[in-house]
């Protein structure tokens, strides 16, 4: 029987960020990921970074070492329609609104600050048959080291960070928006000047984020029409997104497209008895505005400080109640927030045409609300770091 205060189920970024805010804690942490370190390390999906993220990585320490390329102006405009937005860093004093890095990316420079502290971390190790008891969690580990296969964790709190939610579950509330993503690295004739876009069409938003030298794509559509785009040749769907941005940023060649379905999934109580979940074990939302792994590292350092500031047993309902209950707002701002800008807009309605094109303009003519925008994306629902 391993004894652990603390068994943080996935060793992607998210679970890693939670064992390295509490490195110096005292808690016995162990850290169990199904995946080979390798494939953690390779996925190549963008993450766009919040400031707040930025700040939370710093207090870390390991955001000196993360090849990160900052956005530092976004234009927001919709197709065939008035009105159009920017947010800019300078207005903010800030180096930059955002930044963009790839999972794999993050997830190695967290994994070799955490080797540092001596945590043990199981890779190829799934985690099953959770049994909850008053005291702990009991959850079986076959892994690929003959000493884990067939033993036993006995944690007195889980904090499941892999995976995504699956439909169908109790206590998940789940919306098909009913349009794919299709990701790719888009290259461009000239410097992106850390200019992202964000292009708002009746078929879904597409986004361009500097990454290194050239864009990370999202483009939604619908899976028809996402069929239809994966269809292309290259320089044929090229010329498909030259026509959805116009003259104000120039296309060189695309790569690397893949597609993946986009739903609103989210426990409506991330807490169970001596469990907690999160990232995309919590909540999966739609990559418009790209607000998910902010929000994950928002609720991972939150969870660490209320576990510093309760010291003692970890696992306790009280403790687990004091940090939902911190996080509610955020959360739920977040969820709906988004889930707000996709129905607003991702349809071809006349009328809420016209209104978006009004909602843009002003948003550009109304210091006030922009900036309460801005800080919205930088730092949650509070608007505060």
Same mark, same amino acid.
């Given at each position: 029987m391993v004894?652990?205060d603390?068994?943080?189920?996935?060793?992607?970024?998210?679970g890693?960020?939670?064992?390295?805010?509490?490195k110096?804690?005292?808690?016995?942490?162990?850290l169990?990921?199904?995946?080979?370190?390798?494939a953690?390390?390779?996925?190549?999906?963008?993450l766009?970074?919040a400031?707040?993220?930025?700040?939370?990585?710093?207090?870390?320490?390991?955001?000196?070492?993360?090849?990160a390329t900052p956005?530092?102006?976004?234009h927001i405009?919709?197709?065939g329609?008035?009105?159009?937005?920017r947010l800019?860093?300078?207005?903010?004093?800030?180096p930059a609104?955002g930044?963009?890095?790839?999972?794999g990316a993050?997830a190695d420079?967290?994994?070799?600050?955490?080797?540092?502290?001596?945590?043990?971390?199981?890779?190829?190790?799934?985690v099953?048959?959770l049994?909850?008891?008053?005291d702990?969690?009991?959850?079986? +580990?076959?892994?690929s080291?003959?000493?884990?296969?067939g033993?036993?964790a006995?944690a007195?709190?889980?904090?499941?960070?892999?995976?995504?939610?699956?439909?169908?579950?109790?206590?998940?509330?789940?919306?098909?928006?009913?349009?794919?993503?299709?990701?790719?690295?888009?290259?461009?004739?000239?410097?992106?000047?850390e200019?992202?876009?964000e292009?708002f069409?009746?078929?879904?938003?597409i986004a361009?984020l500097?990454?290194?030298?050239?864009?990370?794509?999202?483009?939604?559509?619908?899976?028809?029409?996402?069929?239809?785009?994966?269809?292309?040749?290259?320089?044929?769907?090229?010329?498909?997104?030259?026509?959805?941005f116009g003259s104000?940023?120039?296309?060189?060649?695309?790569?690397? /497209?893949?597609?993946?379905?986009?739903?609103l999934r989210? /426990?409506?109580?991330?807490?169970?008895? /001596?469990?907690v979940w999160?990232?995309?074990?919590?909540?999966t939302?739609?990559p418009?505005?790209g607000?998910?792994f902010?929000l994950?590292? /928002?609720?991972v350092?939150?969870?660490?400080?209320?576990l510093?500031?309760f010291?003692?047993d970890?696992g306790?309902?009280g403790?687990?109640?004091?940090w939902?209950?911190a996080r509610?707002?955020?959360?739920f701002g977040a969820?709906?927030?988004?889930?707000s800008?996709?129905?607003?807009?991702?349809?071809?309605?006349?009328p809420?045409h016209?209104?978006?094109?009004?909602?843009?303009?002003?948003?550009?003519?109304?210091p006030? +609300?922009?900036?309460?925008?801005?800080?919205?994306?930088?730092?949650?629902?509070?608007?505060?770091?």
């Amino acid at each position: 029987m391993v004894q652990h205060d603390l068994l943080i189920v996935g060793a992607g970024p998210v679970g890693l960020s939670l064992a390295l805010a509490l490195k110096d804690s005292g808690l016995a942490i162990a850290l169990a990921d199904a995946r080979p370190r390798d494939a953690v390390a390779a996925d190549p999906r963008a993450l766009a970074l919040a400031h707040g993220t930025r700040l939370t990585l710093e207090r870390l320490g390991v955001w000196h070492d993360l090849p990160a390329t900052p956005i530092r102006h976004i234009h927001i405009s919709q197709q065939g329609g008035l009105g159009r937005t920017r947010l800019e860093a300078d207005e903010y004093g800030l180096p930059a609104l955002g930044y963009v890095v790839r999972a794999g990316a993050l997830a190695d420079v967290l994994r070799e600050a955490l080797e540092r502290t001596g945590i043990t971390v199981m890779d190829e190790t799934e985690v099953a048959g959770l049994a909850t008891g008053s005291d702990a969690v009991t959850a079986s +580990l076959a892994g690929s080291g003959s000493t884990l296969h067939g033993a036993a964790a006995n944690a007195r709190l889980v904090a499941c960070a892999e995976g995504g939610l699956q439909a169908g579950t109790p206590d998940i509330v789940e919306r098909d928006y009913g349009q794919h993503a299709i990701i790719a690295d888009v290259g461009i004739a000239g410097g992106h000047d850390e200019t992202a876009f964000e292009r708002f069409t009746s078929e879904g938003p597409i986004a361009l984020l500097p990454h290194g030298h050239q864009y990370a794509l999202v483009h939604v559509a619908s899976p028809r029409r996402a069929t239809e785009l994966l269809a292309l040749s290259d320089a044929a769907y090229l010329e498909h997104l030259q026509h959805r941005f116009g003259s104000r940023v120039h296309l060189a060649h695309v790569a690397g /497209r893949q597609r993946y379905p986009l739903v609103l999934r989210y /426990r409506r109580d991330p807490v169970g008895q /001596r469990t907690v979940w999160l990232g995309n074990a919590a909540q999966t939302l739609h990559p418009v505005a790209g607000q998910g792994f902010n929000l994950a590292l /928002r609720d991972v350092w939150a969870l660490a400080s209320t576990l510093l500031d309760f010291r003692g047993d970890p696992g306790l309902a009280g403790t687990l109640a004091a940090w939902r209950d911190a996080r509610r707002l955020d959360r739920f701002g977040a969820i709906n927030f988004t889930d707000s800008l996709v129905r607003i807009f991702s349809n071809d309605f006349a009328p809420l045409h016209h209104a978006r094109g009004a909602a843009l303009f002003a948003l550009d003519m109304l210091p006030p +609300l922009r900036h309460f925008i801005a800080r919205r994306m930088m730092f949650g629902a509070r608007a505060w770091p």
